[in-house]
């Protein structure tokens, strides 16, 4: 028995495998797939695909940190991902679209469309509320620009 197992041994080190696939040369990222039912909605922003960008569609941050010789691009870039993520969690459900973050010099402008689904006391302490705790975090004047809509149908673009 022992000797069997020496002799399996090395015949299993001498075979080689060869696993081959097709090529999937197509680009996904940023896009979207289509719903079977075709109801899947999408909004402007979300309807045109990454190639667009700059033609059909702008970018969501706009600064000048990424040219050569700046610094902080890192830095601007997990402010921008707070940003984000804070305007989602304290507009909870009220985002309709993509959160715009403009830098200008030392102030920084952001930008979305929500839901028109508190009352006006609500939105001006919520506005209020970001605008303040954002220029204390990020050390520069902060300035909320919403836009308010009626129904959650007025961004939607397109079906797929």
Known sequence: MLSSAKLVWPLMLARRCVHTTAIAAKSQSGRYKISPKGDRPLTYEMANPPHQIAHRK???????????????????????????????????????????????HNHVRIAAI??????????????????????????????????????????IFKYI
């Not at 969690?89 to 985002?95: K, P, Q, S």
């Open 58 to 104: 702008a970018w969501n941050s706009w600064n000048t940190s990424n040219l050569e010789g700046e610094l902080r691009p890192s830095q601007t870039m997990l402010e921008d991902d707070f940003i984000r993520r804070f305007m989602a969690g304290t507009w909870h459900g009220m985002v309709l679209s993509e959160v715009i973050i403009k830098r200008q």
């Open 114 to 155: 929500i839901n028109r689904s508190i009352p006006a006391r609500k939105m001006y302490f919520l506005i209020g509320y970001c605008e303040e705790l954002l220029a204390y975090w990020l050390q520069c004047p902060v300035t909320l620009e919403l836009q308010t809509t009626e129904d959650r149908k007025d961004v």
